[in-house]
């Protein structure tokens, strides 16, 4: 079956740097675009940036743009999302989700927790 | 880019029907078919009832419908379950190739 496992969250200090990754299994991870979606403590969902199935193009939030680089690994079935200069506004749990370059996310993970603080 | 705007909350007795806005701009709900919906239960992750407008996922119940009419998209629950009882999220697909989630609604099933 479908499986998204994140990993890489944690407490980080602002301006400190972490990376998640998504790995995958279940499906043929190179068939699908991927998406990563964050939830901060009790708001809405965030729609984070996304990377196409070969990863030759990625696209984010302006939110985000100029702080985050999102990749992909088709060999290990695992994308990861570098992000840099953190925000306390970047405390959220972030999920990772398959799905098309337009939305349509059929699966997604069970979230990793991101905590920005000093 | 603002979140699309959906009504912050609803609610309704079982066996009733609701629906639910979401509107956007010609930039995203306007310009693409490309909308869909996601039902999230407390501390759980989101889950798709909704894609491209109007179709289900394989395994979503046939209560759940969705259209769209301009710059608006809507989702319709009928025969209300207290199982329904959750945060309901649009998403839109954008001109800017970026992706716009709604600031969600919470749905009481009284």
């Known amino acids: 079956q479908v499986q998204l496992v994140e990993s890489g969250g944690g407490v980080v200090q602002p301006g400190g740097s972490l990376r998640l990754s998504c790995e995958a299994s279940?499906?043929?991870?190179?068939?699908?675009?991927m998406h990563w979606v964050r939830q901060a403590p009790g708001k809405g969902l965030e729609w984070v940036a996304g990377?196409?199935?070969?990863?030759?193009?990625?696209y984010y939030a302006d939110s985000v743009k100029a702080r985050v680089t999102l990749s992909r690994d088709n060999s290990k079935n695992t994308m990861y999302l570098q992000m840099n200069s953190l925000r306390t506004d970047d405390t959220a749990v972030y999920y990772c989700?398959?799905?098309?370059?337009?939305?349509?996310?059929?699966?997604w993970g069970q979230g990793t927790l991101v905590t920005v603080s000093s | 880019q603002s979140a699309l705007t959906q009504p912050a909350s609803v609610s309704a007795s079982p066996g009733q029907s609701i629906t639910i806005s979401c509107t956007g701009t010609?930039?995203?709900?306007?310009?693409?078919?490309?909308v869909s919906w996601y039902r999230q239960h407390p501390g759980k992750a989101p889950k798709p009832i909704i894609f491209?407008?109007?179709r289900r996922p394989s395994g979503v119940s046939d209560r759940f419908s969705g259209s769209k009419s301009g710059n608006t998209a809507s989702l319709t629950i009928s025969g209300l379950q207290a199982e329904d009882e959750a945060d309901y999220y649009c998403?839109?697909?954008?001109?800017?190739?970026?992706?716009?989630f709604g600031g969600g609604t919470k749905l009481t099933v009284l």
């Open positions: 989700a398959r799905g098309e370059w337009w939305g349509d996310f059929d699966y």
């Open positions: 279940g499906f043929i991870f190179s068939d699908y675009a």
């Open positions: 990377i196409s199935f070969t990863g030759n193009s990625k």
């Open positions: 010609s930039s995203d709900v306007g310009y693409y078919s490309y």
């Open positions: 491209y407008v109007n």
């Open positions: 998403i839109s697909y954008t001109r800017s190739n970026t992706l716009l």
